[in-house]
């Protein structure tokens, strides 16, 4: 069974920092892409950063430039350094997980969310 699980949330001022882990274990296939998605309350989900296995990354226009996302292959984790915090990047936010599937195509899976709070 695949486990997702986020760490390193909290509570910070506007213009500091965190960075958010997220592992992924249980599976014997490779890890294909993974990223973070975060949703704040009334507003839909969005995509905030994702990566490729060959870290090919892409971010969403609000974040970029402020955002970092880097993986670990060995590790299958993928970590989100997250700069000059606003108060809008207050949400949940979620690791989803991309794993190869026998025979070709691919299974994805969700992180349970971490709360991260900007206080201005």
């Known amino acids: 069974q695949v486990h997702v699980v986020e760490s390193g949330g909290g509570l910070v001022q506007a213009g500091g920092s965190l960075t958010l882990s997220c592992a992924a274990s249980?599976?014997?296939?490779?890890?294909?892409?993974m990223g973070w998605y975060r949703q704040a309350p009334g507003k839909p989900r969005e995509m905030v950063a994702s990566i490729t296995r060959t870290s090919s990354a892409s971010y969403a226009g609000s974040v970029k430039g402020r955002f970092i996302i880097s993986r670990d292959n060995v590790e299958n984790t993928v970590y989100l350094q997250m700069n000059r915090l606003k108060p809008e990047d207050t949400a949940v936010y979620s690791c989803?997980?991309?794993?190869?599937?026998?025979?070709?195509?691919?299974?994805?899976?969700w992180g349970q969310g971490i709360q991260v709070t900007v206080s201005s």
């Open positions: 249980g599976s014997t296939f490779r890890t294909r892409d």
């Open positions: 989803n997980v991309e794993f190869d599937r026998y025979g070709g195509g691919w299974d994805d899976y």
